[in-house]
């Protein structure tokens, strides 16, 4: 059963009316994992494309599960995203998960190097890359 909130038309309001459908999962009440809860999951992960959004979806999931009896069954929590067939990891293990962890990375210059042999030669070839992605303190 979906618990309505004065907030839901927020992205906090949505993703924590939306996470409640999980919340029985990850406390431990509920042994089955629900379609509605994947529903849930992959709604969440659609409200938090970028590090600022997964820090406060995050923040919001917390205050969720706290508000919810603070229960948390931190291998269900854990797997989750996976056993929905989701790929993101902003729900949180615990009510101590940090979510302040989700901080954007700057563009970072790296090389790839390869070395071959062929008998008495050897060659090194390598390649510069600019990587873009996510630090996760």
């Not at 923040?59 to 291998?75: F, M, P, R, T, Y």
């Not at 190097?113 to 030669?121: F, T």
Request: aromatic share 6%; glycine share 8%; net charge positive.
């Amino acid at each position: 059963m979906l618990r309505a909130s004065s907030e839901t038309h927020t992205d906090c309001g949505i993703a924590r009316t939306a996470f409640g459908e999980c919340v029985p999962y990850v406390a431990g009440k509920d042994p089955s994992l629900s379609r509605q809860c994947c529903s849930a999951v992959r709604d969440i992960k659609e409200l938090t494309p970028t590090a600022k959004d997964r820090r406060a979806i995050c923040a919001c999931l917390v205050q969720e599960l706290k508000d919810a009896g603070g229960s948390v069954d931190s291998s269900k929590a854990s797997g989750l995203a996976g056993a929905c067939g989701v790929s993101t990891n902003v729900i949180p293990t615990g009510l101590g998960f940090r979510c302040s962890k989700y901080e954007p990375a700057s563009p970072f210059l790296s090389a790839a190097c390869y070395v071959v042999r062929i008998r008495s030669i050897t060659i090194i070839s390598c390649k510069q890359m600019i990587t873009f992605g996510y630090r996760i303190k």
